[in-house]
């Protein structure tokens, strides 16, 4: 099973599409690897240097429709291979959470005052997240101060996450 925890990279926008999770002109690489290097590299926010800031990363903590763009898969691959297994947000494009699932990885929703609440709280601090997920308890810890919060995980896509993903869990299963 990966590793659901980490060092927070929070991303303070909405609407972050798959074209800037990983560019459209690295679709045609043929392995996860060589995506690595080219998460986040045309995603602008202000102060956001990917070459920099995603680097030892684990968790990524946004705002809204997290995903949105296209269906394809390379989006959730390029977090994967970068150790980056869990992304919180209040609410993600439905293809791209349904793909997070099918690699194992974790797409946590929780409510926009939950969300503002972790940024106003975290964001100017270097934080580390641990989600338990068979108590459903996001553990976050950053200058001392530590912090739980519950979430929800439907039991299909907790099957899925404690499989290790999609193929793992009917390899198990059939």
Known sequence: MKKFEGKVLFLDRSDINTD???PAKYLTEISKEA?????????????FAPDKDVKDKGVIVTKTNFGCGSS????????EVNNI????????????????????????????????KIFN????????????????VINIAAEGEQEEIKFSLKGFDRDLIL??????????KY
Not at 37 to 42: A, G, I, M, V, W
Not at 121 to 136: A, G, L, Q
């Open 85 to 116: 297994n869990v992304v919180i947000a209040e609410s993600f494009a439905r293809i791209f959470r349904q793909n997070m699932y099918n690699c194992g990885m974790l797409a946590i929703e929780l409510p926009e005052e939950t969300i503002n």
């Open 121 to 136: 709280k975290y964001s100017r601090k270097e934080t580390y997240i641990k989600v338990d997920i068979e108590n459903s």
């Open 35 to 47: 995506l690595k290097p080219h998460l986040l590299e045309d995603l602008k926010i202000e102060g």
């Open 72 to 79: 394809r898969e390379h989006a959730p691959w390029s977090l």
């Open 20 to 22: 800037e999770i990983i």
């Open 163 to 172: 499989a290790g993903g999609w193929v793992d869990y009917v390899d198990k």
